[in-house]
């Protein structure tokens, strides 16, 4: 089954992010938080592929605003949703677990009017086939904002709604 999951189902999908992307106490407190309290990282939403009983692959989207002018205040932008912590467990690998849930997301972000989406890979080219193909450098300060790995500052995009791509001249949170 494909689907999103209810914001207090979040936690579940800790084992999946630890055995993908590490075990952090320190950051994944910050980044899920504790039952009493959300994290400050994460304000989004998470889309699951669960098999055999379990999540076995899932996508993160943050909301955040991008801009089209770098002048201060001059323009508010519009909403576009950051994907992040793409992942599936290594044994579930390519079985196309991982297509359905970015099917899912961007199908759902293209109903509710996105102009477009992005996210950062380590290679590009595992999303090219699912139209992520509009790239562009963000700047130090973004990759930070966004948790970038070290060394990643590429951004790509897919059009959802958007008839072609205009490329932001900032990033910056979304308040939710």
Request: aromatic fraction near 12%; charged fraction near 30%; hydrophobic fraction near 40%.
């Amino acid at each position: 089954m494909v689907r999103f999951l209810d914001k207090s189902e979040y936690f579940d999908t800790i084992p999946l992010f630890t055995a993908c992307f590490g075990e952090d106490p320190e950051f994944l407190e910050e980044y899920y938080g504790t039952p009493a309290k959300p994290g400050e990282v994460f304000k989004g939403r998470i889309a699951v592929k669960e098999t055999d009983g379990k999540i076995v692959s899932m996508v993160h989207l943050k909301p955040v605003r991008a801009r089209y002018d770098a002048k201060e205040g001059s323009n508010d932008g519009v909403h576009v949703s950051y994907i992040l912590c793409v992942s599936t467990f290594p044994e579930y690998r390519h079985r196309g677990y991982m297509d359905e849930v970015m099917t899912l997301v961007t199908e759902t972000l293209r109903s509710e009017g996105d102009p477009w989406c992005f996210l950062i890979a380590v290679d590009k080219a595992i999303y090219r086939h699912l139209g992520f193909v509009y790239d562009w450098k963000l700047t130090e300060a973004e990759a930070e904002m966004l948790y970038a790995d070290e060394g990643l500052s590429d951004a790509s995009a897919k059009l959802l709604n958007a008839k072609e791509m205009q490329f932001p001249s900032t990033i910056r949170p979304e308040t939710v």
